[in-house]
């Protein structure tokens, strides 16, 4: 912060551009956005259109990426299935961001109801967070929604754990004092001036929860309770090729790599934000 | 010590008794009747009743809560609908299968992640340092029931070192068992390694740039001894809850990852459970696996009290 001419927010930006970790991750989720979302335009087969004369095709110059048991070419799925996992995995950081911010920050500002809401969220915890999701997904019925929701459940507690400590940390600040001593009420002071403060501990656990959304939505529809086919997601494509082993790896292989880009672009984003924002978590 | 324990035993019951709780709950997430889901649309009235008897839906809540805390307390879960036995044989039978798998991955995990961790450390900022850096936010980024599978097609369909899936006991061979369970354990370990070793690295700087270890050097001592005797002993204590919180990651990947190789444990017996609603057994399951990551969670707060006294004055 020695430089005094630029704003607070206007070094945070240059620093993480200077950040190696942040701009690799940025660039390569950035490229698979652009990809997904105009998915439909740069596909070069339908997803969906099974063409039995060209089943089980290995990779090509017409089907890259090869083709499935019904004919459909894999690299077009794949681009596709990238909308679908990218909006679970989205919104899951929207609905996460929400609930895990309300539910820390109350717990922290409000001494009270710190054991109580701590200690479900603990409860929560100590199921493995796949399995509860897959449970929750399959008990509510497989559909986008309610993949969203099942991991939004599992990711939460963390998220609330991280946003209460920061709390716990910047509601003894000076300044917060100095708002008080300045007549702000509670409600001014938590949002004023303890919220904006705890903005990157939660930027950085988001970026994860997003790594961790894509992981689990793979997991989920490899399993079977994940967004329901034939609308393609990582997971299921990998799921349907798992019987193809044999003659057709491609079809396992290449979705797995496509997660493999996808989460490994977001951990290095996460990072590169956690060496900037967070510095005192850096692992 | 004592009173440590206490506070610690008692934070562990409350948790339990609102996991349980949360497992009760699990059956009120089901759109509308339980039993439409669970049986089909042309069920006579007598089948949903029995059913109804069966899963204790047609007694008050209050009494459902009772009943259900009675039967947990006393180690009973309830009958599998699907399986028609006791939820708890069941899980008990499969658990030697599922544990042998977790525990071998957190061996394997702990041992290469704090090895490689460490070594990164010591090469702060060199070549050795960025490749395990590299490798360990790779291990990170790979869904692991994909890896389980390439290994398939790769080990065992590939060069035939392994078989494709399936379980066998120690009873019948230790090397055919090592063999059935060496790849899921493997790509399980290879996917929670990253983490262990991130974790080692930055607690094994965050000891070596401390003054205890600066005074260590100054007096002249060999930088081996230093690292071994001062360093490592100090780092190593944070792994320790490293350990607890991979313990709960790896849980959840055996159950996937059993399902990758046909292994027949705990999680194929819950996600059996899961795809055909099998309500006892995945309220059991849940329960039961929350149950064995609250333990060894207390197992390792204790130890880490044990050699930490800051931790137990707290």
Redesign the interface.
């Known amino acids: 912060m020695s430089d005094t001419v630029s704003t607070p927010l206007g070094e945070t930006w240059r620093r993480l551009l200077r950040n190696r970790s942040f701009v690799i991750g940025a660039v390569v989720v950035s490229l698979i956005v652009a990809v997904a979302v105009l998915a439909p335009l740069i596909a070069p087969h339908d997803p969906l259109r099974n063409n039995f004369r060209t089943r089980l095709q290995p990779p090509g110059e017409i089907f890259w990426f090869g083709t499935d048991h019904f004919g459909r070419d894999i690299l077009s799925r794949i681009l596709h299935g990238g909308r679908i996992s990218l909006i679970i995995g989205a919104s899951t950081v929207v609905v996460t961001g929400i609930f895990g911010t309300a539910i820390g920050a109350v717990a922290g500002f409000f001494r009270a109801l710190d054991e109580p809401i701590m ?2 969220m ?11 999701a ?3 997904a ?4 497989a559909s986008v929604t309610n993949v969203v929701i099942a991991l939004s459940i599992a990711t939460t507690p963390h998220t609330a754990r991280i946003v209460r400590g920061s709390v716990l940390v910047v509601r003894e600040m000076e300044y917060v004092e100095a708002a008080r001593a300045l007549g702000a009420s509670e409600l001014r002071v938590l949002f004023r001036h303890v919220l904006v403060n705890v903005t990157g501990p939660l930027i950085v656990r988001l970026t994860y929860v997003f ?1 961790i959304a894509i ?1 689990a939505e ?2 989920l529809s ?4 994940g967004p329901p086919p034939p609308a393609p997601s990582f997971g299921n494509i ?1 799921a349907n090729g ?1 019987d193809f ?2 003659v057709a ?1 491609w079809i ?2 290449f979705p ?1 790599l496509a ?2 880009a996808v ?2 672009g977001l ?2 984003l996460g ?1 590169g934000l956690r060496d900037v924002l967070d510095p005192r978590t ?2 | 010590m004592i009173r440590f324990l206490a506070r610690r035993l008692a934070g562990s019951a409350v948790v339990l008794l609102l996991v349980s709780l949360l497992t009760f709950g699990l059956i009120w997430l089901v759109p509308g009747d339980p039993t439409t889901v669970l049986l089909e649309a042309s069920a006579t009235p007598e089948q949903v009743g029995r059913l109804r008897v069966a899963l204790g839906l047609d007694k008050p809540l209050p009494l459902q809560m009772l009943d259900w805390y009675g039967r947990v307390l006393s180690g009973d879960l309830g009958q599998s609908i699907l399986l028609n036995r006791s939820v708890t044989e069941a899980l008990l039978e499969r658990l030697p299968v599922t544990l042998s798998i977790a525990a071998i991955s957190l061996t394997l995990a702990v041992m290469l992640g704090v090895t490689a961790g460490i070594l990164a450390a010591l090469f702060h900022n060199r070549w050795p340092d960025q490749i395990v850096m590299s490798t360990a936010l790779f291990g990170l980024s790979v869904p692991d029931f994909w890896l389980g599978l390439v290994f398939v097609v790769v080990f065992a369909l590939g060069l035939g070192w392994f078989p494709t899936g399936g379980f066998t006991p120690i009873e019948q061979g230790v090397m055919e068992w090592a063999r059935s369970i060496a790849l899921p354990s493997l790509a399980l370990a290879l996917t929670q390694m990253g983490f262990v070793a991130r974790m080692a690295r930055a607690s094994m700087l965050d000891v070596l740039n401390q003054d205890f270890v600066r005074t260590a050097d100054a007096k002249g001592l060999s930088r081996t001894y230093v690292v071994l005797r001062h360093g490592l002993p100090n780092a190593l204590v944070p792994l320790l809850t490293v350990t607890g919180i991979i313990a709960g990651a790896l849980l959840g990947g055996t159950v996937v990852i059993e399902q990758v190789f046909s292994i027949p444990g705990v999680g194929r017996l819950i996600i059996g459970a899961i795809l055909s609603r099998d309500f006892p057994v995945i309220q059991g399951g849940l329960l039961f696996l929350a149950v064995v990551y609250l333990l060894v969670n207390l197992v390792v707060d204790i130890l880490y009290a044990a050699v930490d006294p800051r931790v137990r004055l707290a």
């Open positions: 200690r479900l603990d409860a929560i915890m100590a199921f493995p967070a796949i399995l509860l897959m449970a929750i399959a008990v509510m019925g790594a992981l793979a997991a490899f399993i079977g309770v990998i798992r082993m044999i790896p396992t292989i797995g997660i493999i989460v490994l951990n290095l990072d850096r692992i």
